[in-house]
């Protein structure tokens, strides 16, 4: 069953803190702040793209080192701040013209959940809170920020015989 799920993927949207990253915020005493992200999910993505499916990152936060990895990855689409992620979810769905089966969301938190309700696909990274993971249609082998992202890009990927 999750297989055909995955099989039908077009987009993947991404929450950033605790998944793309393990979730720790390093803030210099100029509070500037830096992230730490695996460059085997970065290179998971990479492929990703590559093979036609789209890359959305909706997180809560604002952070201009998310803008700077989105771009170094070729991610376009990257929605800063949101609250109502399942809102955002559901509008641009709509107008991609996509189906909610089309779509998978990876997050690790309770805000992600609403979002999970609104794509055909949830995925909750290992060390998502316990509320996350009980709602998640898979749970990842890996943590965020740890190679949790690149094991989703492959899983996808074989699915549809692309990997």
């Known amino acids: 069953m999750l297989r055909e799920k995955a099989a039908r993927i077009k987009l993947l949207f991404l929450d950033v803190d605790g998944v793309m990253t393990d979730g720790r915020i390093i803030m210099n005493d100029r509070g500037e702040e830096t992230k730490c992200f695996d460059v085997k999910d970065g290179q998971g993505l990479k492929i990703l793209l590559s093979s036609g499916i789209e890359v959305v990152i909706i997180t809560g936060r604002n952070s201009k080192v998310v803008s700077h990895r989105a771009h170094e990855l070729g991610i376009k689409e990257v929605y800063q701040g949101v609250k109502e992620k399942n809102e955002l979810c559901r509008q641009f769905i709509k ?42 249609d898979l749970i990842t082998k890996k943590k965020g920020g740890r190679g949790a992202v690149r094991e989703v890009c492959e899983w996808i990927l074989t699915c549809q015989g692309k990997w």
């Open 95 to 136: 107008s991609k013209g996509l189906n909610k089966a089309d779509v998978c969301y990876m997050g690790d938190d309770l805000p992600d959940i609403a979002a999970f309700h609104e794509c055909g696909l949830s995925i909750a990274v290992s060390d998502a809170a316990g509320e996350v993971c009980a709602s998640a």
